[in-house]
């Protein structure tokens, strides 16, 4: 009996230190398999955001030389006319894109989610804009836009009528920006929102129908309760990528077109100041700006969510 108690205590103290070495050993092949994507985030993403935000509060010379500046770069921007002009569009830009673009791609989505014949080719078909590169949508859409050739105004003289300056009028340059973007970007919020109605239990509308539930009731009393963590993920998303719009303007509009102070992004004057004026210190500034901004905006969605986002 002794030596079995003895043989028992024994294991019982080499237990925890084999726990211990495996726990050890399983936490190193860990960060192991973690270290290139946390070496990546911190080389492309981090360290950019620290960088920018130092440069921020400096004033940048011709040859790529720089000083410290303190505030200046943040007080000029309270003077600064184009900034506020480029909110403004951005924030006109964003009220028309966002909404408009989910309601249309939640329409898409169930139309497409429907017994239909050729629904593949109909969703491949929305998707198309997707797949295509950004620079390749704005020339194509450029041409159709054009006030001399394009085909819209062609269209328009068959029955009379003649076509605006579609991309050159400050009046309705940025609203054909507008339309470009909503059609560009359907097909992707389109997927994400056919896997969150392929995710709804069939059950709910057996019993709708049993119920004699018609198909606008199902849609507003099933379908977009349960869809709203989608509507929630995809909105998001979508205001972070409406206030970071540039390429679409950058492509379409002419760096000597009169619509050009009526149409740029927040992005584009900070391209601007970057690339074109060498100003880089306020450039940096723009863009802390923009960043504290999409948080705030981001943080404010994240709270709200609980109020209206059903995740059960």
Same mark, same amino acid.
């Given at each position: 009996? =002794?030596?079995?108690?003895?043989?028992?205590?024994?294991?019982?103290?080499?237990?925890?230190?084999? @726990?211990?070495?495996?726990?050890? &050993?399983?936490?190193?092949?860990?960060?192991?398999?973690?270290? =290139?994507? %946390?070496?990546?985030?911190?080389?492309?993403?981090?360290?950019? $955001?620290?960088?920018?935000?130092?440069?921020?509060?400096?004033?940048?010379?011709?040859?790529?030389?720089?000083?410290?500046?303190?505030?200046?770069?943040?007080?000029? %921007?309270?003077?600064? &006319?184009?900034?506020? +002009?480029?909110?403004?569009?951005? *924030?006109?830009?964003?009220?028309?894109?966002?909404?408009?673009?989910?309601?249309?791609?939640?329409?898409?989505?169930?139309?497409?989610?429907?017994?239909?014949?050729?629904?593949?080719?109909?969703?491949?078909?929305?998707?198309? =804009? !997707?797949? @295509?590169?950004?620079?390749?949508?704005?020339?194509?859409?450029?041409?159709?836009?054009?006030?001399?050739?394009?085909?819209?105004?062609?269209?328009? &003289?068959?029955?009379?009528?003649?076509?605006?300056?579609?991309?050159?009028d400050p009046k309705i340059a940025l609203y054909s920006v507008?339309?470009?973007? $909503?059609?560009?970007? $359907?097909?992707?919020?389109?997927? $994400?929102?056919?896997?969150?109605? +392929?995710?709804?239990?069939?059950?709910?509308?057996?019993?709708?129908?049993?119920?004699?539930?018609?198909?606008?009731?199902?849609?507003?009393? /099933?379908?977009?309760?349960?869809?709203?963590?989608?509507?929630?993920? !995809? @909105? #998001? %998303? &979508?205001?972070? *990528?409406?206030?970071?719009?540039?390429?679409? /303007?950058?492509?379409?509009?002419?760096? *000597?077109?009169?619509?050009?102070?009526?149409?740029?992004?927040?992005?584009?004057?900070?391209?601007?100041?970057?690339? #074109?004026?060498?100003?880089?210190?306020?450039?940096?500034?723009?863009? !802390?700006?923009?960043?504290?901004?999409?948080?705030?905006?981001?943080?404010?969605?994240?709270?709200? +969510?609980?109020?209206?986002?059903?995740?059960?």
């Open positions: 009996m =002794p030596l079995q108690v003895e043989m028992q205590e024994n294991r019982k103290l080499k237990i925890p230190t084999l @726990t211990k070495t495996r726990k050890r &050993s399983d936490y190193f092949w860990a960060y192991c398999m973690i270290a =290139p994507t %946390m070496l990546g985030l911190f080389i492309f993403y981090l360290w950019p $955001i620290i960088q920018t935000f130092y440069f921020s509060f400096t004033e940048w010379g011709a040859f790529g030389q720089y000083a410290w500046a303190g505030l200046s770069n943040y007080k000029r %921007m309270l003077h600064d &006319s184009n900034l506020l +002009q480029s909110f403004k569009n951005t *924030g006109i830009y964003i009220i028309f894109t966002v909404p408009i673009g989910i309601f249309l791609s939640i329409i898409v989505a169930v139309l497409l989610n429907q017994k239909i014949k050729g629904k593949s080719v109909y969703r491949t078909l929305y998707f198309l =804009p !997707v797949i @295509t590169m950004p620079a390749a949508i704005a020339m194509v859409w450029k041409w159709l836009y054009n006030s001399d050739y394009g085909l819209l105004n062609y269209l328009l &003289s068959i029955f009379g009528i003649k076509g605006p300056q579609w991309v050159s507008i339309v470009v973007a $909503i059609w560009s970007g $359907i097909g992707y919020n389109m997927v $994400i929102f056919l896997s969150g109605l +392929q995710g709804i239990p069939k059950t709910y509308y057996e019993a709708a129908e049993i119920d004699g539930a018609g198909p606008i009731k199902v849609f507003f009393k /099933i379908t977009l309760p349960l869809l709203t963590p989608v509507i929630f993920f !995809v @909105t #998001v %998303m &979508s205001l972070i *990528g409406a206030f970071q719009v540039f390429d679409l /303007i950058f492509m379409m509009i002419g760096t *000597g077109s009169p619509a050009l102070e009526h149409t740029q992004s927040i992005v584009y004057l900070f391209y601007q100041h970057a690339f #074109v004026l060498n100003d880089k210190g306020y450039a940096a500034a723009i863009a !802390v700006l923009l960043l504290f901004i999409i948080l705030i905006i981001t943080a404010i969605q994240m709270v709200l +969510q609980k109020k209206w986002v059903h995740y059960d």
